[in-house]
């Protein structure tokens, strides 16, 4: 990578790692710091890793940080506040796809899906405590967890695998995520903190109503298009995923709540931003005329 940087006038880093050996200028992703908030939640060699890299990454003094959500921002900025004056927010898009027809998933199918890597800091034990709740009231539903195994995740892994109505799925195909997607009742995501939090916007985009945790990224990402849980209340979890499960009314006011959140985080609307971002940092430098690559 050094040495592809030579011939290049900006780096993008997607992530917290710099170019050590590169005096090129770059531009940094960051998103999330729950390494720095949360390590417990991870190994401590992880820990470690990480928090060098950021740290070394923030002392080379990138021409623009780049931070997926307002809540990101703020995290990275509480522990590298001298990062300050370089920060950006930009959301990420969701890809655009054709919405699921409303009589479909709502009209009788038998699971609702949790999309989110095995580890803890997605709150999947806690959403079981739920669920096992729920059906001791009489829920029916199944529940698909679809994601790959993370750090940390033996024991989550072996309790989700031995329950009964839990089908683990482990990492799936794009194509079998599609399909999991548009055949659920709801989409449900307990995390205890998102930097961003993909998969319920991805539900929305199809017509799929969502519920997932309050806090962190969420509250500006989700909003009040899902019916939204305290990440820590099993009890209310439970009578979330009997409520959802039950009232089509709801389904359908969240389906529509969704499309119309979803619209708000477009690709050509994050390209654009980037490139507003490539030629803020190539302006400081660049010989007039010339061409960034």
Same mark, same amino acid.
């Given at each position: 990578?050094?040495?592809?940087?030579? +011939?290049?006038?900006?780096?993008?880093?997607?992530?917290?790692?710099?170019?050590?050996?590169?005096?090129?200028?770059?531009?940094?992703?960051?998103?999330?710091?729950?390494?720095?908030?949360?390590?417990?939640?991870?190994?401590?060699?992880?820990?470690?890793?990480?928090?060098?890299?950021?740290?070394?990454?923030?002392?080379?003094?990138?021409?623009?940080?780049?931070?997926?959500?307002?809540?990101?921002?703020?995290?990275?900025?509480?522990?590298?506040?001298?990062?300050?004056?370089?920060?950006?927010?930009?959301?990420?898009?969701?890809?655009?796809?054709?919405?699921?027809?409303?009589?479909?998933?709502?009209?009788?199918?038998?699971?609702?899906?949790?999309?989110?890597?095995?580890?803890?800091?997605?709150?999947?034990?806690?959403?079981?405590?739920?669920? +096992?709740?729920?059906?001791?009231?009489?829920?029916?539903?199944?529940?698909?967890?679809?994601?790959?195994?993370?750090?940390?995740?033996?024991?989550?892994?072996?309790?989700?695998?031995?329950?009964?109505?839990?089908?683990?799925?482990?990492?799936?195909?794009?194509?079998?995520?599609?399909?999991?997607?548009?055949?659920?009742?709801?989409?449900?995501?307990?995390?205890?903190?998102? #930097?961003?939090?993909?998969?319920?916007?991805?539900?929305?985009?199809?017509?799929?109503?969502?519920?997932?945790?309050? #806090?962190?990224?969420?509250?500006?990402?989700?909003?009040?298009?899902?019916?939204?849980?305290?990440?820590?209340?099993?009890?209310?979890?439970?009578?979330?995923?009997?409520?959802?499960?039950?009232?089509?009314?709801?389904?359908?006011?969240?389906?529509?709540?969704?499309?119309?959140?979803?619209?708000?985080?477009?690709?050509?609307?994050?390209?654009?931003?980037?490139?507003?971002?490539?030629?803020?940092?190539?302006?400081?430098?660049?010989?007039?005329?010339?061409?960034?690559?």
């Amino acid at each position: 990578m050094p040495l592809a940087a030579r +011939r290049s006038d900006l780096i993008h880093l997607c992530d917290y790692r710099p170019l050590l050996l590169s005096r090129r200028r770059f531009l940094l992703t960051v998103h999330d710091v729950f390494f720095l908030d949360y390590p417990e939640w991870f190994s401590n060699w992880s820990v470690r890793y990480r928090q060098t890299m950021l740290t070394a990454a923030v002392r080379k003094q990138p021409s623009i940080v780049v931070c997926v959500s307002n809540y990101t921002r703020d995290r990275l900025l509480d522990h590298y506040p001298q990062a300050a004056a370089r920060i950006v927010v930009i959301h990420p898009g969701i890809e655009p796809v054709e919405p699921a027809a409303a009589s479909g998933p709502m009209a009788g199918e038998s699971y609702f899906l949790t999309v989110a890597t095995i580890e803890p800091r997605k709150n999947h034990l806690g959403l079981l405590e739920a669920f +096992r709740v729920a059906r001791a009231a009489g829920f029916k539903l199944r529940w698909k967890v679809a994601g790959a195994f993370g750090q940390c995740a033996e024991h989550t892994v072996a309790t989700l695998r031995a329950e009964p109505g839990v089908e683990l799925l482990g990492h799936v195909s794009d194509d079998t995520l599609e399909g999991l997607y548009r055949s659920a009742r709801f989409v449900a995501t307990p995390s205890h903190a998102e #930097g961003f939090g993909f998969p319920p916007l991805e539900a929305m985009a199809r017509g799929i109503p969502t519920i997932c945790s309050t #806090g962190s990224a969420f509250d500006e990402t989700v909003g009040n298009a899902a019916l939204r849980v305290p990440p820590n209340s099993p009890r209310l979890w439970a009578e979330a995923l009997q409520t959802l499960a039950g009232n089509t009314g709801l389904q359908a006011q969240l389906r529509e709540l969704g499309l119309e959140r979803v619209r708000r985080f477009s690709l050509s609307s994050a390209a654009h931003s980037y490139v507003d971002a490539y030629q803020h940092a190539l302006g400081e430098f660049r010989p007039k005329g010339d061409t960034a690559h």
